[in-house]
């Protein structure tokens, strides 16, 4: 079976604008998180969406939303890019069950 | 929320010698405890995880980890380095009891000797 996978993987922006990213889960799992990894950290917890709703959210700004897709997709956005977004953005996924499965992320690069 | 401490940012160990990854759990005992791998410019993959069934936890390549209560610990370990291990390595722990979102710590890069 294909892994988590996202899209893009990289991409550069300039501050003040608005990304958007992108991520499939392993075939069969309803659940996915996203998580932001500064370089030199641990990743920090966004979001997790469960069945098209959002069931937790981490301490980010409201500069940061996503959403769910009826197929378990799911699209991770940031508007008004700030230098210290810059980070690897992954993607986890899991079937309802504790351990969760990540993505090779996306790293995204602001100036 | 739970919360896991990392000591040691960076290891150094030559190839063949043991290798120990420190991590230590708040307070409350977690339902579930994980360790995962980066390897440079990738995601994270699972090495293991504790689920209360057994305190010594056997994962892949050759690593295990041993839940200690009395300790608030779950360190790693390799008997034996191989040059292929060098990576940074993260230690989790579910953000809230009960639900499935991990908080991690701040890593640990180990570094292999030949």
């Known amino acids: 079976d294909a892994g988590v996978t996202q899209s893009p993987t990289h991409l550069i922006k300039t501050r003040g604008q608005h990304v958007t990213l992108r991520c499939s889960p392993i075939?069969?799992?309803?659940?996915v998180s996203w998580y932001q990894q500064v370089l030199g950290q641990g990743p920090q917890f966004i979001f997790q969406?469960?069945?098209?709703?959002?069931?937790g959210r981490g301490n980010f700004p409201d500069r940061f939303s996503a959403r769910q897709f009826p197929n378990y997709s799911s699209e991770l956005n940031v508007n008004a890019l700030l230098l210290g977004d810059s980070a690897l953005y992954l993607c986890?996924?899991?079937?309802?069950?504790?351990?969760?499965?990540f993505g090779p992320g996306t790293r995204l690069l602001v100036l | 929320a739970q919360s896991v401490t990392q000591l040691g940012s960076h290891v150094s160990v030559s190839e063949g010698a043991l290798v120990l990854l420190r991590c230590n759990y708040s307070?409350?005992?977690?339902?579930?405890l994980f360790w995962y791998v980066q390897y440079p410019n990738q995601g994270l993959q699972l090495l293991l995880k504790?689920?209360?069934?057994?305190?010594l936890v056997k994962g892949i390549n050759g690593f295990e980890a041993e839940f200690k209560k009395s300790e608030t610990s779950f360190h790693l370990t390799k008997p034996s380095a191989h040059m292929s291990d060098a990576a940074e390595y993260f230690c989790?722990?579910?953000?809230?009891?009960?639900?499935?979102?991990?908080?991690f710590g701040s890593g640990t890069r180990l570094q292999v000797q030949p």
């Open positions: 986890a996924s899991d079937r309802g069950s504790e351990t969760q499965y």
């Open positions: 075939s069969g799992h309803k659940s």
């Open positions: 969406y469960y069945e098209k709703e959002e069931r």
């Open positions: 307070s409350s005992v977690p339902p579930y």
């Open positions: 504790y689920t209360s069934a057994a305190t």
């Open positions: 989790a722990v579910p953000f809230y009891t009960g639900r499935r979102a991990l908080t």
